[in-house]
């Protein structure tokens, strides 16, 4: 079993930073994928950014040059910083872990933009 615990979530103003993260734990070994995804209210969740284990990243057109995606293998924590908030970026956002092909989410951590 892989258990992931994220925290960082709060609210924030618009043009405010917020850092999350992301920490994994358990049956761990073979990690590939690591990303964050959002759900906002109402909606369908939506990829946001992951990254590999070799590093290379996938970003949404709407935070690119906003946020960050990075991980650090030795913690297995996966990280996400978000410069320039917007009201749209409100949201629930999810960790998700690909170990061996199986995807574990973590609990989701609440992002309130407030313009």
Same mark, same amino acid.
């Given at each position: 079993?892989?258990?992931?615990?994220?925290?960082?979530?709060?609210?924030?103003?618009?043009?405010?930073?917020?850092?999350?993260?992301?920490?994994?734990?358990?049956?761990?070994?073979?990690?590939?994928?690591?990303?964050?995804?959002?759900?906002?209210?109402?909606?369908?969740?939506?990829? $946001?950014?992951?990254? +590999? *284990?070799?590093?290379?990243?996938? &970003?949404?057109?709407? @935070?690119?040059?906003?946020?960050?995606?990075?991980?650090?293998?030795?913690?297995?924590?996966?990280?996400?910083?978000?410069?320039?908030?917007?009201?749209?970026?409100t949201a629930v956002y999810?960790?998700?872990? $690909?170990?061996?092909? +199986? *995807?574990?989410?973590?609990?989701? &951590?609440?992002?309130? @933009?407030?313009?």
């Open positions: 079993q892989v258990q992931l615990v994220e925290s960082g979530g709060g609210l924030v103003q618009a043009g405010g930073s917020l850092r999350l993260s992301c920490a994994a734990s358990g049956s761990i070994y073979g990690i590939s994928a690591m990303g964050w995804y959002r759900q906002p209210s109402g909606k369908a969740r939506e990829l $946001v950014t992951t990254i +590999t *284990s070799g590093g290379s990243t996938t &970003t949404a057109d709407s @935070v690119k040059g906003r946020f960050t995606i990075s991980r650090d293998n030795a913690k297995n924590t996966v990280y996400l910083q978000m410069n320039s908030l917007k009201a749209e970026d999810y960790c998700r872990v $690909v170990v061996w092909g +199986t *995807s574990y989410w973590g609990q989701g &951590t609440q992002v309130t @933009v407030s313009s």
